[in-house]
């Protein structure tokens, strides 16, 4: 016996009300973060909140992250991969495990220099390598550039970290871009041969030995410098910005970048460029670097106070790409000159 019409209809709409009871799944994006969880989830929150978009993320050093990206394949459940120097991201995307993106949004608000040639990866936020030296042994006017630490005049007097860490490696990457790999063989043999003590396990123990008298100057990232002098702001230290006197790109102080792109086999692709372009958006660029007193990748972005007050400076125009590309024989250079 076939149902009423109206049964029908009152059927239809019981269904109807009873889809509507039902919640939507909400849309998720799962990220892969080199950057610590402790950087990154208030910034997820705040996306949620303003999106309605579930972040889920797995956090853990870059190598692993993507050495795990390459054995899930296309089983990946990562959307978006996020970490930490320049080098890492070319080397995510000289193994295939990104895809190229169209953004009018990014393309506006990262600098050409601190993204991807191919539109791979995109940096979001800036972290110089620079000079901290000792104000009660060094005047100012004594230092100018990198190269200018391999001179004798240094011997005893400069602490370095050690070569294994990839920023340091970056760093002798875009030098040999600027100079060549034979000068800059010379400058890092003149670095080893100035060393007051063994490379350091890290920038702030470097750091440390400035302050105490060990050595007299030191290469760090500069958000290290600031996490120093908030616990220690009596210290002896103070930033100098080296290789200022530009004559081209290849002058200017080395930055580097913490960036993010999407994955190959991202099952929601849509959702995180849509994250990555909030990310470098002028509402998020301060919850991101400021978190880690960073530089905002954007440059119609301030940075934090803190930061400002170090001063301004200019930076390598060489695109970030090349301390990935470049990365092998940079390696292979420190090692003939005995940078340990």
Known sequence: MKASPLKLA????????????????????????????????PLFDAYTRDTGVQIKFITDKEGPLMERLKAEGKNTPADMLLT?????????????????????????SVPSHLRDPGNQWFGLSVRARTLVYNTGKIKPAELSTYADLAD???????????????????????????HGEDKTEKIIRGWVANL?????????????????????????????YGRLMEKNPALPLAIFWPNQNLKDKTDGVHVNISGAGVTRHAKNPVGAQQLIEWLASAKAQNLFADAN???????????????????S??????????AGRMQTSAVKLMDRAGYK
Not at 10 to 39: C, D, G, H, K, W
Not at 171 to 178: F, N, S, T, Y
Not at 313 to 322: A, G, H, R, S, T
């Open 10 to 41: 009152a059927q239809l709409a019981a269904l109807l009300f009873t889809a509507a009871a039902i919640p939507a799944l909400a849309e998720e994006v799962v990220v892969y973060s080199a950057r610590n969880e402790q950087l990154i989830k």
């Open 84 to 108: 930490v120097d320049a080098g890492n991201l070319w080397q995510a995307s000289n193994e295939g495990l990104l895809r190229p993106i169209k953004s009018k949004a990014l393309l506006s």
């Open 152 to 178: 004798p005049k240094w011997k005893g007097r400069l602490c370095l970290r050690t070569s294994k860490k990839v920023y340091n490696q970056s760093l002798v990457a875009m030098m040999i871009i600027a």
């Open 196 to 224: 007051a003590t063994p490379p350091f396990p890290d920038d702030t123990k470097a750091m440390e030995a400035v302050a105490a008298g060990q050595c007299d100057v030191t290469l760090v990232n500069t958000y290290y």
């Open 293 to 311: 007193l960073e530089y905002p990748v954007n440059p119609a972005v301030a940075p934090d106070q803190s930061v400002a007050a170090w001063g």
């Open 313 to 322: 400076f200019k930076q390598n125009l060489i695109n970030v790409k090349q």
